[in-house]
């Protein structure tokens, strides 16, 4: 089991689903976990259910799409050594029901603001602590819409999720010599998805199913972990072998 005890790990979009998974996977290696979420409730609940486990956690709700918003919420609660920043809509909120072309640009705002600019934000307020401190794990939870494109309407989302893992080179490159690594970790079809598609998603997916939580979760513990400091610049595909790389 990796180690993260006194280790501070502020993860996004904690409040349900690949986020609350992440969160209670790293509070079970001993890290305090900053829950955050849009959403106050959904990250209350998953602060109670992490301590009920016995580990340590805080909700931090606020917006990661407000700068202003993130930044005092790191100068609150920091400093943090951890950055997961999965803070988004899962996907199909952000699919349009039109191709590119047929969109306008009011269309592109939420896609690229929550995928974008929030992992953006969140960088840019963790990293002078973490650079102060010699050390730091900012991992994005991007998915196959950013690295390969998944299909019509997804085309904004993309460029989010393609632009914040190229953002995460790009700090990697930057920090490697101040202990900081940065990766993503790409997702493919998760068992999120509407009933009534499971089955055929199994049939194409190689392993024969659809990624969990957990599976999210396992890597981010790797990556946030002292073994994997000579992990970096990556972007990693969890995704049941569908996307080949
Ligand atoms: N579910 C999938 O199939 C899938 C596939 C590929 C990538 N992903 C990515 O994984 C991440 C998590 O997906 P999920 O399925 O758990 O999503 P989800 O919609 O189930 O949960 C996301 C959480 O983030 C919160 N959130 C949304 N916008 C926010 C904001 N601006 N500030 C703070 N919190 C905010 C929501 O309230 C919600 O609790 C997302 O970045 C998503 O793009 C998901």
């Known amino acids: 089991m990796f180690d993260l005890t006194s280790r501070t790990a502020l993860v996004t979009g904690g409040g349900q689903n690949i986020g609350a998974g992440i969160a209670q996977m790293l509070a ?35 917006d990661v799409t407000d700068r202003d918003a993130v930044l005092a919420a790191v ?11 999965n803070a988004g809509n899962g996907g199909a909120e952000d699919m349009l029901p039109k191709r590119f072309a047929e969109t306008v640009p009011e269309d592109w705002q939420g896609p690229m603001e929550v995928n974008l600019l929030g992992v953006l934000y969140c960088c840019h307020a963790v990293l002078p602590g973490m650079v102060e401190r010699g050390h730091g794990r900012i991992i994005a939870i991007s998915s196959a819409a950013g ?5 019509i309407g997804f085309a904004p989302y993309s460029v989010g999720k393609g632009g914040a893992l190229s953002l995460l080179r790009s700090l990697a490159l ?19 998805v509407r009933e ?13 199913r659809l990624g969990t939580p957990d599976d999210v979760a396992a890597a981010c513990l790797w990556l946030a972990s002292d073994e994997a400091s000579w992990v970096t610049g990556q972007t ?10």
Do not use: C, W, Y
Not at 236 to 245: E, K, M, V
């Open 28 to 62: 079970t290696a001993g890290a305090r976990v900053l829950v955050n979420d849009l959403r106050a409730e959904r990250a209350e609940n998953i602060v109670a259910d992490i301590v009920e486990n016995g580990g340590q956690a805080t909700a931090v709700p606020f």
């Open 75 to 85: 100068a609150d609660f920091g400093p943090v050594d951890v950055l997961v920043a």
């Open 196 to 208: 009534e598609t499971v089955a055929a998603f199994r049939k194409v997916i190689p392993v024969g």
């Open 236 to 245: 990693i595909g969890l995704n049941g072998g569908a996307f080949t790389s």
């Open 147 to 151: 690295t390969h494109g998944v299909g």
């Open 174 to 192: 930057e920090h490697g010599r101040d202990g900081i690594t940065a990766n993503s970790v790409a997702l493919g079809v998760m068992d999120s």
